[in-house]
Protein backbone atom coordinates (compact mmCIF):
# COMPACT_ATOMS: atom_id res chain seq x y z
CA UNK A 1 0.00 0.00 0.00
CA UNK A 2 0.89 3.16 -0.96
CA UNK A 3 1.90 5.87 1.81
CA UNK A 4 0.71 9.20 1.99
CA UNK A 5 2.27 12.38 1.77
CA UNK A 6 0.52 16.09 2.53
CA UNK A 7 2.92 19.13 1.32
CA UNK A 8 2.10 22.48 2.10
CA UNK A 9 2.73 24.89 -0.82
CA UNK A 10 2.88 22.54 -3.44
CA UNK A 11 2.01 24.05 -6.48
CA UNK A 12 4.75 25.96 -6.93
CA UNK A 13 8.36 25.84 -6.62
CA UNK A 14 10.19 23.79 -4.25
CA UNK A 15 7.24 22.44 -3.14
CA UNK A 16 5.61 21.34 -6.54
CA UNK A 17 9.37 19.58 -7.06
CA UNK A 18 9.02 17.33 -3.69
CA UNK A 19 5.40 16.22 -4.79
CA UNK A 20 6.36 15.09 -8.33
CA UNK A 21 9.61 13.47 -6.30
CA UNK A 22 7.24 12.19 -3.59
CA UNK A 23 5.02 10.47 -6.31
CA UNK A 24 8.22 8.75 -8.35
CA UNK A 25 9.17 7.34 -5.27
CA UNK A 26 5.78 5.33 -4.77
CA UNK A 27 4.02 7.98 -2.30
CA UNK A 28 0.16 9.50 -3.15
CA UNK A 29 0.64 13.07 -2.15
CA UNK A 30 -1.87 15.57 -0.61
CA UNK A 31 -0.80 18.71 -2.41
CA UNK A 32 -2.19 22.20 -0.75
CA UNK A 33 -2.10 25.29 -1.89
CA UNK A 34 -2.72 28.81 -0.75
CA UNK A 35 -4.32 30.67 -3.85
CA UNK A 36 -3.87 29.12 -7.16
CA UNK A 37 -5.96 26.40 -7.43
CA UNK A 38 -5.18 26.03 -11.28
CA UNK A 39 -1.52 25.15 -10.36
CA UNK A 40 -2.30 22.83 -7.62
CA UNK A 41 -4.57 20.90 -10.26
CA UNK A 42 -1.94 20.78 -12.89
CA UNK A 43 0.26 19.26 -10.11
CA UNK A 44 -2.50 16.65 -8.98
CA UNK A 45 -2.66 15.66 -12.69
CA UNK A 46 1.13 14.88 -13.15
CA UNK A 47 1.30 12.97 -9.80
CA UNK A 48 -2.01 10.73 -11.38
CA UNK A 49 -0.02 10.05 -14.38
CA UNK A 50 2.65 9.00 -12.35
CA UNK A 51 0.60 6.01 -11.33
CA UNK A 52 -0.50 7.79 -8.08
CA UNK A 53 -3.28 9.26 -6.35
CA UNK A 54 -3.61 12.65 -5.47
CA UNK A 55 -6.04 15.71 -4.42
CA UNK A 56 -5.68 19.49 -4.10
CA UNK A 57 -7.23 20.76 -0.65
CA UNK A 58 -6.72 25.07 0.23
CA UNK A 59 -5.23 26.13 3.03
CA UNK A 60 -3.42 29.02 3.73
CA UNK A 61 -1.20 27.85 6.85
CA UNK A 62 -0.97 31.70 8.17
CA UNK A 63 -4.53 31.55 9.00
CA UNK A 64 -4.57 29.05 12.63
CA UNK A 65 -8.38 29.56 13.14
CA UNK A 66 -9.47 27.99 9.86
CA UNK A 67 -7.35 24.23 10.41
CA UNK A 68 -10.40 22.76 12.55
CA UNK A 69 -12.04 22.93 9.08
CA UNK A 70 -9.13 22.13 7.22
CA UNK A 71 -8.69 19.03 9.42
CA UNK A 72 -12.05 17.96 8.34
CA UNK A 73 -12.03 18.36 4.63
CA UNK A 74 -8.96 16.67 5.06
CA UNK A 75 -10.55 13.52 6.72
CA UNK A 76 -13.27 13.29 3.97
CA UNK A 77 -10.52 13.42 1.42
CA UNK A 78 -8.19 10.75 3.33
CA UNK A 79 -11.64 8.46 2.85
CA UNK A 80 -12.69 9.62 -0.26
CA UNK A 81 -9.45 9.48 -2.56
CA UNK A 82 -7.53 6.89 -0.52
CA UNK A 83 -9.53 4.91 1.94
CA UNK A 84 -7.27 6.19 5.16
CA UNK A 85 -8.12 7.75 8.33
CA UNK A 86 -4.67 8.60 8.58
CA UNK A 87 -1.70 9.97 6.82
CA UNK A 88 1.73 9.16 6.86
CA UNK A 89 3.85 12.48 6.40
CA UNK A 90 3.70 16.24 6.83
CA UNK A 91 6.32 18.12 4.63
CA UNK A 92 6.12 21.82 5.74
CA UNK A 93 6.96 23.41 2.42
CA UNK A 94 5.14 26.62 2.47
CA UNK A 95 6.45 29.79 3.04
CA UNK A 96 7.77 33.35 1.55
CA UNK A 97 10.71 35.39 1.88
CA UNK A 98 12.06 39.17 2.28
CA UNK A 99 15.38 40.77 1.88
CA UNK A 100 15.16 43.77 4.08
CA UNK A 101 18.13 45.68 5.98
CA UNK A 102 17.26 44.74 9.55
CA UNK A 103 17.22 48.84 10.34
CA UNK A 104 14.31 49.20 7.57
CA UNK A 105 12.39 45.74 8.27
CA UNK A 106 9.00 46.63 9.49
CA UNK A 107 6.64 44.90 11.94
CA UNK A 108 4.29 43.60 9.39
CA UNK A 109 7.05 42.10 7.44
CA UNK A 110 8.37 40.55 10.74
CA UNK A 111 5.30 39.12 11.67
CA UNK A 112 3.92 37.30 8.22
CA UNK A 113 7.32 35.87 8.10
CA UNK A 114 6.93 34.29 11.50
CA UNK A 115 2.89 33.88 10.36
CA UNK A 116 4.37 31.38 7.83
CA UNK A 117 7.63 30.13 8.60
CA UNK A 118 6.99 29.22 12.61
CA UNK A 119 3.80 30.00 14.15
CA UNK A 120 1.75 28.21 10.72
CA UNK A 121 4.13 25.17 11.33
CA UNK A 122 3.57 24.86 14.64
CA UNK A 123 -0.17 24.77 15.03
CA UNK A 124 -0.45 23.10 11.55
CA UNK A 125 1.67 20.16 13.18
CA UNK A 126 -0.77 20.25 16.33
CA UNK A 127 -3.96 20.38 14.12
CA UNK A 128 -3.08 17.34 12.49
CA UNK A 129 -1.08 15.03 15.25
CA UNK A 130 -4.30 12.90 15.82
CA UNK A 131 -4.30 11.50 12.18
CA UNK A 132 -0.77 11.40 11.24
CA UNK A 133 -0.32 7.89 11.44
CA UNK A 134 2.37 6.25 13.81
CA UNK A 135 6.01 6.14 12.69
CA UNK A 136 5.33 8.87 10.29
CA UNK A 137 7.25 11.75 9.09
CA UNK A 138 7.51 14.99 9.69
CA UNK A 139 10.06 17.60 7.31
CA UNK A 140 9.94 21.34 7.68
CA UNK A 141 12.41 23.99 5.93
CA UNK A 142 15.20 26.09 7.32
CA UNK A 143 17.47 27.96 5.04
CA UNK A 144 21.42 27.68 4.59
CA UNK A 145 21.39 31.17 5.69
CA UNK A 146 20.27 30.05 9.58
CA UNK A 147 24.49 28.70 9.79
CA UNK A 148 25.82 32.00 7.58
CA UNK A 149 25.00 35.53 7.05
CA UNK A 150 23.55 37.49 4.15
CA UNK A 151 22.91 41.16 4.73
CA UNK A 152 19.00 41.41 4.30
CA UNK A 153 17.96 38.31 5.93
CA UNK A 154 17.74 38.81 9.46
CA UNK A 155 13.85 38.64 9.96
CA UNK A 156 13.78 35.42 7.21
CA UNK A 157 17.09 33.86 9.05
CA UNK A 158 15.54 34.54 12.92
CA UNK A 159 12.48 32.65 11.49
CA UNK A 160 14.21 29.47 9.88
CA UNK A 161 16.18 29.34 13.00
CA UNK A 162 12.89 29.19 15.16
CA UNK A 163 11.79 26.00 13.16
CA UNK A 164 15.45 24.44 13.51
CA UNK A 165 14.71 24.71 17.22
CA UNK A 166 11.13 23.50 16.52
CA UNK A 167 11.90 20.52 14.35
CA UNK A 168 14.19 19.25 17.29
CA UNK A 169 11.14 19.54 19.91
CA UNK A 170 8.90 17.82 17.45
CA UNK A 171 11.38 14.94 17.28
CA UNK A 172 11.62 14.59 21.09
CA UNK A 173 8.22 14.49 21.92
CA UNK A 174 6.57 12.76 18.83
CA UNK A 175 9.54 10.01 19.07
CA UNK A 176 7.36 7.76 21.54
CA UNK A 177 4.88 7.36 18.50
CA UNK A 178 7.68 7.01 16.24
CA UNK A 179 7.78 9.95 14.36
CA UNK A 180 10.55 11.28 12.95
CA UNK A 181 11.05 15.34 12.35
CA UNK A 182 13.73 16.58 10.15
CA UNK A 183 14.57 19.75 8.84
CA UNK A 184 15.96 20.25 5.71
CA UNK A 185 17.99 23.65 4.47
CA UNK A 186 18.39 24.58 0.75
CA UNK A 187 20.96 27.20 -0.47
CA UNK A 188 20.70 29.58 -2.67
CA UNK A 189 18.04 27.81 -5.35
CA UNK A 190 16.82 29.19 -8.65
CA UNK A 191 12.91 29.40 -8.08
CA UNK A 192 10.48 32.41 -7.52
CA UNK A 193 11.63 33.10 -4.08
CA UNK A 194 11.93 37.22 -3.55
CA UNK A 195 10.68 37.11 -7.10
CA UNK A 196 12.94 34.60 -8.74
CA UNK A 197 15.90 37.04 -7.70
CA UNK A 198 18.26 34.18 -7.70
CA UNK A 199 17.09 32.99 -11.20
CA UNK A 200 16.97 35.91 -12.94
CA UNK A 201 19.24 37.90 -12.10
CA UNK A 202 23.27 37.46 -13.37
CA UNK A 203 24.93 38.80 -10.38
CA UNK A 204 23.49 37.13 -7.77
CA UNK A 205 23.61 33.79 -9.33
CA UNK A 206 26.97 34.65 -10.21
CA UNK A 207 27.76 35.30 -6.61
CA UNK A 208 26.22 32.15 -5.03
CA UNK A 209 27.55 30.55 -7.51
CA UNK A 210 30.99 31.65 -6.65
CA UNK A 211 30.11 30.80 -2.59
CA UNK A 212 29.44 26.90 -3.62
CA UNK A 213 31.81 23.98 -4.14
CA UNK A 214 30.39 22.35 -6.59
CA UNK A 215 29.93 26.22 -8.59
CA UNK A 216 26.38 26.44 -9.37
CA UNK A 217 23.47 27.72 -7.06
CA UNK A 218 21.03 24.59 -6.99
CA UNK A 219 17.57 23.74 -8.62
CA UNK A 220 14.81 22.43 -7.71
CA UNK A 221 15.59 18.83 -8.59
CA UNK A 222 18.51 19.21 -6.31
CA UNK A 223 16.16 19.48 -3.13
CA UNK A 224 12.95 17.50 -4.44
CA UNK A 225 14.43 13.99 -4.67
CA UNK A 226 16.06 14.49 -1.06
CA UNK A 227 13.14 15.22 0.55
CA UNK A 228 11.73 12.10 -1.11
CA UNK A 229 14.77 10.30 0.00
CA UNK A 230 13.97 11.06 3.94
CA UNK A 231 10.42 9.55 3.67
CA UNK A 232 11.83 6.18 2.74
CA UNK A 233 11.74 3.08 5.24
CA UNK A 234 15.65 2.44 5.38
CA UNK A 235 16.32 6.55 6.74
CA UNK A 236 13.65 5.66 9.88
CA UNK A 237 16.55 6.20 11.84
CA UNK A 238 17.47 9.72 10.94
CA UNK A 239 15.35 12.33 13.52
CA UNK A 240 16.32 15.72 14.94
CA UNK A 241 18.92 16.62 12.15
CA UNK A 242 19.02 20.11 10.10
CA UNK A 243 20.25 18.93 6.49
CA UNK A 244 21.67 21.50 4.78
CA UNK A 245 21.45 20.71 0.72
CA UNK A 246 23.44 23.48 -1.20
CA UNK A 247 26.18 22.35 -3.01
CA UNK A 248 28.84 23.25 0.19
CA UNK A 249 28.08 26.79 -0.23
CA UNK A 250 30.24 29.00 1.92
CA UNK A 251 32.25 26.05 3.62
Not at 76 to 88: C, I, M, Q, V, Y
Not at 112 to 136: E, R
Not at 146 to 175: C, D, H, M, N, Q
Not at 181 to 186: D, G, I, Q
Request: aromatic share 8%; with cysteine.
Amino acid sequence: MSKISMITGANRGLGRNAAISIAKAGNDVIVTYRGNEAQAQEVVEEIRALGQKAVALQLDVTKISTFPAFVSTLKKALSETFGRDSFDHLINNAGHGEMTPFAETTEQQFDSLFDVHVKGVFFLVQAVLPILADNGRIITYSSGLTRVSFPGFSAYSAAKGAIEILTVYLAKELGERGITANCVAPGAIETDFLGGAVRDTPAYNEAFASMTALGRVGLPDDIGPMVASLLRDDNRWVTAQRIEVSGGQTI
